[in-house]
């Protein structure tokens, strides 16, 4: 019996080669996983650099008391395409410490990594967890205020009063830093101090002994100290009046006079001792006559009976300076002019001779200066027969003299030659040639 064509059904077809066709399809993703690997393969690594701890703050309420880690260590495995993605987009790897839900207390809270882009696996965050001490916010007013003084006033005066003028200082943090506060103190030095005085001191909390208590904030940081000082009634403060006698050497002369201490505190047992002292207080005479040089020299105080100078040294004396110098004299010479490195066979002849010299210096120095002291020359050096324009140069024989001026400080010199052929009288025709430059 004849029958019609027969058709393939496809699907029981790949039912009855399903073996195959899985082997088939199991080979193509190796293919292809095999060459994405090859082209874009996995690296395992820490990304550099270190990914930065993003905090998510705590409640007003509290206040963070330790250190929390900037940076966070993330290792993941991921094809270098990824790897090239996070170094050019470092946003897409991010790390959160969140402690808006923390409480009072030390605590453990892990470190949340997000990532966003695949594929990729993170391996390892180093730390995972970070320990977290929060305290409760405190903030007050009410502390004492008061002063830690430390120097001594001058000598015979006394501290009378001194006065914070602020009344209310704000500390705040930490409720156990809070606790160990009992007063605000401020730094006040009274070293030397003889008059009324406004200070500005800084401000710290401080514990029931005043140590300073760390970690807490503080407003304002300054304030200003009214401080009133007087002289107890036996000690009195008075300038002190350089007394002289004599006049310094011939040709010296006083500049200046100093003494130290300037003003001296004195003392007496009688009020009306030191009542009677005027305004000021001399000391004994400074001999000046003769003196040719500075010096310093202590001297005693005419002072009353019963009467001396306080003071923790207990010094009697005062330091004198006294300041003398040469009186400075100005001279003038006419020095003929001589003539140096001349050639061999040559002659010169200088336009002018002779020069004026204008001179400063020491009065009795100037006094015994003779016009062999002071020499003025030109240097003819290298020169050959013709006319020249001379630069003059000098010296002085004393060293404290110094020259002014010149005049002239340039001259004209003919130079010939000795027995040639041209008469040594006539003179030559000028030549040109460059002035001469000797140096002082």
């Known amino acids: 019996m004849k029958t019609g064509p027969q058709f393939l059904n496809p699907f029981r077809f790949l039912w009855d080669n399903r073996d195959t066709l899985l082997l088939a399809i199991l080979l193509s993703i190796a293919v292809w996983v095999s060459a994405v690997y090859a082209n874009d393969p996995n690296r395992e690594g820490v990304v550099d650099p270190l990914v930065s701890l993003e905090v998510i703050p705590q409640d007003g309420s509290l206040v963070l008391l330790n250190q929390l880690p900037e940076t966070v260590e993330i290792k993941l495995r991921a094809p270098e395409s990824v790897w090239q993605t996070l170094t050019e987009n470092p946003e897409m790897l991010t790390a959160t410490l969140d402690l808006s839900g923390a409480s009072a207390g030390e ?87 003889r008059q009324n005085f406004t200070a500005n001191v800084g401000l710290y909390p401080a514990n029931k002994d005043g140590d300073l208590i760390s970690g807490l904030d503080i407003s304002p940081k300054f304030a200003e100290v009214d401080v009133k000082i007087s002289q107890i009634g036996q000690y009195r403060d008075v300038p002190v009046v350089v007394e002289t006698r004599g006049e310094p050497a011939l040709g010296y002369q ?45 001297v005693g105080l005419e002072l009353p009976d019963g009467v001396i100078i306080a003071g923790e040294t207990g010094s009697q004396t005062v330091a004198v300076s006294i300041g003398i110098e040469p009186k400075v004299k100005n001279t003038s010479f006419s020095v003929p002019i001589n003539v140096r490195d001349l050639g061999a066979n040559l002659q010169a002849v200088l336009s002018p001779s002779t020069v004026e010299v204008f001179l400063t210096g020491p009065e009795p120095v100037i006094n015994t200066l003779l016009t062999s002291d002071v020499i003025v020359f030109v240097s003819l050096a290298d020169l050959g027969p013709g006319t020249y324009f001379g630069e003059l140069s000098w010296d002085v024989l004393f060293e404290q003299v ?3 001026s010149i005049n002239p400080d340039r001259i004209e010199v003919i130079i010939t030659e000795i027995g040639g052929e041209n008469d040594p009288g006539a003179i030559p025709t000028p030549t040109a040639a460059p002035s001469t430059t000797p140096s002082p």
């Open 107 to 193: 605590q453990n809270i892990p470190v949340r990594v997000s990532l966003s882009i695949s594929p990729a696996q993170i391996l390892e965050v180093t730390p995972s967890q970070v320990e977290v001490q929060l305290d409760e916010y405190q903030q007050r007013q009410d502390f004492p205020l008061g002063l830690v003084e430390s120097g001594e006033v001058a000598a015979g005066f006394q501290r009378d009063s001194a006065t914070l003028l602020i009344e209310e200082v704000t500390v705040s943090g930490p409720a156990s830093r809070m606790a160990l506060v009992t007063q605000v103190l401020g730094n006040l030095n009274l070293q030397d101090a």
């Open 254 to 298: 006083r500049t200046s006079t100093d003494v130290d201490p300037l003003i001296v505190t004195l003392y007496a047992e009688n009020e009306e001792d030191i009542a009677q002292i005027p305004g000021f207080v001399n000391t004994k005479p400074v001999v000046l006559t003769g003196k040719t040089d500075s010096f310093v020299i202590q």
């Open 402 to 404: 110094e020259v002014v």
